[in-house]
């Protein structure tokens, strides 16, 4: 799960385009144009809130759904216990979506808030979809336990709250499959409303580009180190394209 690892303190500390600039010279073409593809389509403006999650092959299940669709972060509610992911599922998407722990439904509510996104429950009987929602309008699906749905805090800490239509005996359908349905519709809409497949800043893009070098690169911050150690030494601003070329040649 990544909360923050050695790749995002290789950014912060040398900056993305020094770790850009050493790095570079390892990937493949091929490479670098998939990373800016996937780069071109995260969404920045949907995430999704999962509280008290209790099967870990569940939450596994759904990141790698929001991973898949191209959602940049997800957000956790831990207030009976971690948050775990089965890795047997999650098969290595996880390093690459943002995860974010909160210790409370009121910290998670404050943090997205400040963020600027409006909390929305996924609750049976709701009233209203997905295509209710205004596309553009930052949004963070909340989801509850497999067992009790939300609690009565979460609840209160949405302004809105839709459903998935349901025409069969089956009242409800499993937490993952919610999720994937759910993150479909609305990463769907806002792409569309949008007129383009993302949604990241600029300087976002450029810190995430250059940890997803990191962690396409074993050694990345030994790599990174010794570019700017001879940068310095030579007098030069690290993350200067004119750096010398990289001490191997293999590519990824």
């Known amino acids: 799960m990544r909360d923050g690892d050695d790749s995002d303190r290789l950014v912060e500390r040398h900056g993305p385009d020094a770790v850009v600039a050493a790095l570079a010279p390892l990937l493949s073409a091929e490479r670098i144009a998939r990373l800016e593809a996937v780069l071109d389509a995260r969404l920045v403006g949907l995430t999704l809130v999962i509280e008290n999650l209790y099967d870990p092959h569940n939450g596994a299940a759904a990141l790698r759904s929001l991973e898949g669709l191209g959602i940049a972060a997800a957000h956790v509610i831990e207030g009976r216990g971690p948050f775990r992911a089965s890795p047997a599922v999650t098969i290595g998407c996880d390093k690459w979506i943002d995860l ?94 949008l007129g383009r497949a993302g949604d990241l800043p600029v300087e976002v893009r450029a810190k995430w580009r250059a940890r997803w070098y990191a962690l396409s690169i074993r050694g990345a911050g030994e790599i990174v180190e010794r570019y700017v150690s001879d940068l310095t030494r030579q007098g030069r601003v690290p993350g200067d394209s004119r750096g010398r070329k990289a001490p191997i040649s293999r590519r990824y």
């Open 100 to 193: 974010h722990r909160h210790a409370d439904v009121e910290s998670a509510r404050g943090a997205l808030a400040a963020a600027g996104m409006t909390l929305c429950a996924a609750v049976p009987g709701a009233g209203a979809t997905v295509d209710d929602l205004p596309p553009l309008e930052p949004c963070a699906l909340v989801v509850g336990n497999e067992h009790e749905g939300l609690t009565p805090e979460a609840l209160a800490a949405c302004t809105r709250r839709i459903e998935i239509p349901m025409v069969g005996f089956t009242r409800s359908f499993n937490l993952s499959v919610a999720v994937a349905l759910l993150a479909a519709r609305l990463a769907e809409r806002r792409r569309g409303a």
